[in-house]
Nanobody
């Protein structure tokens, strides 16, 4: 069973930065995609960014392009989400997710393993 441990959420002001981290307990798959998704109150869970573990190909949701950067550190087996120029509309619970294979999917249902979520609150 793969477990994902997230860290790095918090309360910040608009324009500030935060970095989230996600450490899978193992990576038993030959290839995998890690992603960050978020859920704001009253809204469905939404894809934010994803990265293919082999090769590092990334894909971002339009509203975060140019502000958020997803990366992975293979030596630390950790995925990061660097969030800059945060806006109040970025406020949500952020989830790290993992799926086997090479395709970065924006569909929530395609992700097999999930972290517990970390709250990000941006005050305006």
């Amino acid at each position: 069973q793969v477990q994902l441990v997230e860290a790095g959420g918090g309360l910040v002001q608009a324009g500030d930065s935060l970095r989230l981290s996600c450490a899978p307990s193992g990576r038993p798959f030959s290839d995998a995609v890690a992603a960050w998704l978020r859920q704001a109150p009253g809204h469905e869970r939404q894809y934010v960014a994803g990265i293919r573990w082999i090769g590092g190909h990334t894909y971002y949701e339009d509203s975060v392009k140019g502000r958020f950067t997803i990366s992975r550190d293979d030596a630390k087996n950790t995925v990061y989400l660097q969030m800059n120029s945060l806006k109040s509309e970025d406020t949500a619970v952020y989830y790290c997710a993992l799926r086997r294979g090479a395709v970065i999917s924006t569909e929530t249902i395609m992700y097999e393993y999930w972290g517990q979520g970390t709250q990000v609150t941006v005050s305006s």
